[in-house]
């Protein structure tokens, strides 16, 4: 089998496709055919070394988080899954996903619905979960509140948004001059350009100010709250960090893979709630380039997805 990884920590090019050879399933495990991929951010961080001092494990490390694919082999103490099951979900850190096969967890994993396909179903967990803990758990949204998404038009953002509306809040969003109208299509209103200033007409009207991408600066954050509101920081500089500690209008979003958590996402795709935006499929052996592109900067409107042969 082939799989995306790195033998030591350090930038793009440190990634190679490469053979790799699974070992079987062990207790409370399952080995998957995967059939798709998704990409995020977090990928090339934890390449990059970032908390390296907290993951364990040897090199060569793989890459990749969330996944959709086929049970090939369960290990011993298995019993929710067999062998053909269709199934989606996550992989323990650092990683392993953006493979043709990977061994996970069982209990980071849940059938996959037959309304999603594949590519669908690889892109929901991570952002899925992610905005999911921000707004509900940390953001304790209720319906009728307001909503204000940094970042809207990204994978996270856009999670966030249909989470958001299907509990019944108002969502604003900022995004890139490319997604304005697809902003509009999906219901944020009003929509900001990030290339302009946030006018003094929305200060004061947001419970919770989501920032997906970390470029929403504290002041403006501050500004958009209303009083009694709460920001939740899903990439925080260092400053926004320290301001969690001490403040309880500012949150560090920490999340974790959950099963619980996912099949509400899911749920909400199921029913029609959730249509996320995929901004661009690849083949496995195109992944690494790909990847270069986005951490280079370059802005995909929705979820990027890699599919395997």
């Known amino acids: 089998m082939k799989r995306i990884q790195y033998h030591r920590f350090g930038g793009p090019e440190e990634m190679r496709l490469e053979n790799f050879e699974l070992a079987a399933p062990g207790k409370g495990e399952i080995r998957i055919r995967v059939k798709?991929?998704?990409?995020?951010?977090?990928?090339?961080?934890?390449?990059n070394g970032y908390m390296k001092y907290m993951i364990r494990g040897a090199f060569p490390r793989a890459m990749g988080a969330d996944f959709s694919g086929v049970v090939e082999a369960v290990g011993v103490g298995v019993t929710q899954f067999r062998t053909g099951d269709e199934v989606m979900g996550t992989v323990p850190l650092p990683g392993g996903?953006?493979?043709?096969?990977?061994?996970?967890?069982?209990?980071?994993?849940?059938?996959?619905?037959?309304?999603?396909?594949?590519?669908?179903?690889?892109?929901?967990?991570?952002?899925?979960?992610?905005?999911?803990?921000?707004?509900?758990?940390?953001?304790?949204?209720?319906?009728?509140?307001?909503?204000?998404?940094?970042?809207a038009m990204g994978g996270l953002g856009q999670a966030a948004t249909h989470i958001a509306k299907a509990m019944g809040a108002s969502v604003a969003g900022r995004v890139g001059p490319s997604g304005l109208d697809a902003a509009k299509a999906i219901g944020l209103e009003p929509i900001l350009d990030y290339t302009r200033e946030i006018p003094a007409a929305l200060h004061g009207r947001f419970d919770i100010v989501f920032d997906t991408n970390g470029s929403l600066s504290i002041p403006e954050g501050d500004a958009l709250l209303k009083k009694g509101g709460v920001i939740v920081d899903a990439v925080p500089?260092?400053?926004?960090?320290?301001?969690?500690?001490?403040?309880?209008r500012r949150k560090f979003l920490m999340s974790s893979p959950s099963v619980a958590m996912l099949g509400k996402v899911v749920d909400l795709a199921r029913a029609g709630k959730m249509p996320l935006t995929i901004g661009r499929i690849v083949r496995l052996e195109d992944a690494i380039s790909f990847i270069k592109d986005l951490e280079a900067g370059r802005r995909v409107n929705g979820k990027s997805v890699v599919v395997m042969p």
């Open 36 to 47: 798709a991929a998704s990409i995020n951010p977090f990928d090339w961080k934890l390449r």
């Open 97 to 151: 996903a953006l493979a043709e096969k990977l061994i996970t967890k069982a209990d980071l994993v849940m059938m996959k619905p037959a309304e999603l396909s594949h590519e669908a179903a690889a892109a929901l967990p991570i952002v899925g979960v992610t905005a999911w803990k921000a707004l509900v758990v940390d953001g304790h949204l209720k319906t009728g509140q307001s909503v204000f998404i940094n970042g």
């Open 237 to 248: 500089t260092t400053g926004k960090f320290l301001r969690s500690l001490v403040s309880s």
